[in-house]
């Protein structure tokens, strides 16, 4: 059973998210058991500091540990500062957490292998069954080893539509969340044969059937509380177990985050928040807005507090550059040894389109140009289009949708679509 409290028009307020909350923690048998709470970094929009009040009020006394593992799959680890800002209250750089004692938190280490453990493995053969036949390999399933001095793991986050698994939440706070290279890596090259424009905002996905099929191999017990929120209002809220909750959750976050245009528009303006921080986070403003753009369209990534393609896989990014998925899998030979998560990454950003090997013609069916702070020589060595920000006014973009302009302020969660 899932408790749940949602409105479509209505925000919930702390005294309803409290409600909640306390119904969820008497229904979890934890008493002086040690609680793992797994939670989203600084690139997603959730009233995590109400959420780590209330829920040492009301699990704080009654388990014997409450700790905190962020979720970050290949994301860099999160400082002190930023720590401090994602719950609310100051935490310290060995990540203990000053006005309560005893609770830490600690940033997932996707690359270091004594960081890691295997739990299981997903067969070549279930493989190909889960995914349709388009990938089929042996799948290890690593997760954080921290996750083993726990009696129960708590998932805690929001839902919105995802370019690789369809929806966020759930548990894929555990894949890719707190996973190893080899899953994420499967995972997100999966997404990207599949394509963004047919897997975002769609709920059974050939990714989430893996994810699903990855939890499995959990031997704690998992609980999840799923919010959705429309911008920094809070909608709905929903406990239970991850599968159901994130099911109720993704159904809201449907109704709350899909905009559809009615028409398609030649040039969309994407404004990412500045809770991006590099093009890796920040290429949300490309794929939320992909579906909504004409053939031989563009879509310009409006972001001058942006000066780094991505702090952890950059220099990749630099050698390979950016491109339609079709240049990577119809010259496979010279693209299979990059980690499946980059190659994604570049297709997502680049968008759908085709590639002829014979004349090296790549056509891809938009154009994505960054108005940011990367330099005009890096964008064209990774092969984005590249427009000086200064010369762009955004309010000029403004109410000429009928026009064929869209403007797209905090891209990033609210997926468009015709």
Not at 35 to 44: A, N
Not at 63 to 84: C, F, I, K, N
Not at 253 to 280: C, E, F, K
Request: net charge negative; aromatic share 8%; hydrophobic share 40%.
């Amino acid at each position: 059973m899932v408790l749940s409290k949602s409105s479509l028009n209505k925000i919930l307020t702390d005294e309803d998210v409290e409600e909640s909350l306390e119904r969820a923690c008497t229904e979890l048998a934890v008493t002086d058991k040690r609680v793992l709470v797994i939670i989203p970094d600084g690139t997603r929009t959730s009233p995590l500091p109400l959420i780590f009040r209330l829920l040492y009020k009301h699990l704080g006394k009654r388990v014997r540990q409450l700790d905190y593992l962020v979720a970050l799959g290949t994301h860099q680890p999160m400082t002190a500062e930023a720590l401090s800002k994602l719950i609310g209250t100051s935490v310290t750089e060995r990540g203990e957490i000053s006005d309560y004692p005893g609770v830490h938190i600690f940033n997932h280490r996707w690359s270091e292998p004594q960081a890691l453990q295997t739990v299981g493995v997903i067969t070549r053969e279930e493989a190909a069954e889960l995914t349709g036949g388009l990938l089929a390999s042996d799948i290890p399933v690593t997760l954080n080893r921290l996750i083993a001095d726990y009696d129960q793991l708590l998932i805690c986050g929001p839902v919105f539509p995802h370019e690789v698994a369809g929806f966020s939440g759930g548990a894929k706070y555990l894949f890719p969340g707190i996973a190893g290279a080899e899953i994420i890596n499967f995972t997100h090259w999966l997404g990207a044969l599949v394509t963004n424009i047919q897997i975002i905002g769609i709920k059974d996905t050939p990714v989430r059937r893996v994810i699903q099929r990855a939890a499995e191999f959990v031997t704690q017990p998992l609980y999840c509380i799923a919010m959705v929120l429309r911008g920094d209002d809070l909608h709905g809220i929903y406990c239970g177990t991850p599968s159901e909750a994130w099911s109720q959750a993704a159904d809201l976050s449907g109704q709350l985050n899909i905009v559809r245009t009615g028409r398609p528009m030649h040039s969309v303006l994407a404004i990412p928040s500045i809770m991006y921080d590099d093009l890796w986070t920040a290429g949300k403003a490309m794929y939320k807005t992909e579906g909504t753009i004409a053939d031989g369209g563009e879509v310009i990534i409006y972001a001058p507090h942006l000066t780094e393609v991505s702090y952890t896989h950059g220099r990749l990014l630099d050698q390979i550059g950016y491109h339609v998925r079709d240049y990577f899998t119809k010259q496979w030979e010279r693209f299979q040894h990059v980690p499946g998560g980059v190659l994604a990454h570049s297709t997502h950003v680049k968008g759908i389109g085709t590639y002829e090997p014979a004349s090296n013609l790549e056509s891809p069916r938009i154009q994505v140009i960054l108005a940011t702070s990367i330099p005009a020589k890096r964008c064209n060595l990774i092969n984005l289009g590249y427009r000086d920000y200064r010369t762009i006014d955004p309010q000029a973009w403004a109410g000429r949708e009928d026009q064929g302009y869209l403007l797209v302020p905090h891209a990033g969660e609210v997926l468009y679509r015709v």
